[in-house]
């Protein structure tokens, strides 16, 4: 259904791109007029431009475009896109300051949810968990051997961090566990004393070159921009040191996938370890056939705890944008 200007509900009017889950669907419904977001499925262009019209307020998936066209054709109206993720690289930020639209993303809720995930992540490729579920299920599985399917030692070993924000510093603290050292590099600096937990051994890196050439494993943790696409091509592969894993679950972009796969093939690095990809849901011609990579559909916040929380986060930000309070979690604050 599409917002129509003879709404009489005295409520302000939402619109969903795409259901999302509860409690933040009901809890939608009792603070605006909502229209959309009646299936789980990612919205066509053509109804995205229609369903807008109108609208004070969008919340957004990272499934659809919102950019300046979508603005355009919700109208002078639109206050604020909040979108359901704590990455907004779907957004065209620049736009919406332009049009004085506030933009709002989820962050924290999600924290914990992709450091575990990316843990995950690391010690499957680490220890070969993909590939030996496989060889069990196809019957594969002989007999305990001294050579089965070795993998490399995770407890210990050095972990690179690109992009110590929340979920870097979650991911670190997660080491503090497996008794490793950590090294990092971060856009604003080395992390103040205090924010270093007891205990841990954290240590700042003025580049990421420098975090590339000592880890054994290297975890990216920053958001998709212009500065960040392929932030690691080629030749940061080859800084890496041979053996070494990749672990990716910020944005596929920052990822070279051609050179992954090429890196990979040529046995330089010891393995890779995927929630994104640079053109979602394709795969690079060649990733799908490497047994030393694990492969995930981008589910990096998919808990039914942490849904919950974005959900209920993204229409908070948008209640509190039309009502005009004070917003959790502003992108573009300047607006204000
Ligand atoms: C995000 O929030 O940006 C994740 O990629 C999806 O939850």
Redesign the pocket.
């Known amino acids: 259904m599409t917002a129509s200007a003879s709404d009489t509900s005295g409520k302000p009017r939402l619109f969903l791109t795409r259901r999302i889950p509860e409690p933040g669907y009901s809890f939608a419904q009792e603070a605006f007029s909502v229209t959309g977001g009646e299936r789980d499925e990612p919205l066509a262009r053509e109804p995205l431009l229609h369903g807008v019209a109108g609208a004070e307020a969008v919340i957004s998936l ?1 499934t659809e475009a919102i950019d300046d066209a979508v603005m355009a054709a919700a109208g002078s109206r639109l206050r604020v896109i909040s979108n359901m ?3 907004f690289d779907n957004i065209d930020v620049a736009a919406a300051t332009k049009r004085g639209i506030l933009v709002t993303n ?1 962050p924290d809720v ?1 924290t914990d949810a ?1 450091a575990d995930l990316t843990w995950a992540l690391m010690l499957s490729v680490a220890r070969r968990v993909v590939e030996g579920d496989r060889m069990v299920r196809e019957g594969g599985f002989q007999l305990w051997s001294p050579f089965l399917l070795l993998g490399r030692a995770v407890a210990g070993a050095c972990l690179g961090i690109v992009g110590m924000g929340r979920i870097g510093q979650a991911v670190a603290r997660r080491a503090l566990g497996w008794d490793m050292r950590v090294v990092y590099t971060r856009i604003s600096g080395p992390l103040a004393a205090g924010q270093v937990p007891a205990g841990a051994r954290w240590q700042y890196r003025a580049t990421v070159a420098d975090v590339l050439q000592e880890s054994d494993f290297v975890s990216l943790h920053v958001p998709l921009d212009p500065g960040t696409h392929h932030l690691i091509a080629a030749r940061e592969l080859g800084l890496m040191k041979p053996g070494s894993f990749l672990v990716n679950a910020s944005r596929g972009p920052v990822v070279d996938e051609a050179a992954l796969v090429a890196s990979l093939r040529s046995g330089h690095l010891g393995g890779a370890a995927l929630d ?1 990809y640079e053109r979602e849901p394709r795969l690079a011609v060649g990733l799908a056939e490497l047994p030393n990579v694990v492969l995930l559909p ?1 589910l ?2 998919a808990t039914v705890e942490t849904r919950g929380r ?1 959900s209920e986060l993204a229409v908070r930000n948008a209640i509190a944008a039309v009502r005009g309070e004070p917003v959790p979690h502003a992108v573009n604050p300047e607006v204000l």
């Open positions: 990272l993720a704590v990455g989820t999600l992709t994104v981008h990096g916040s974005m």
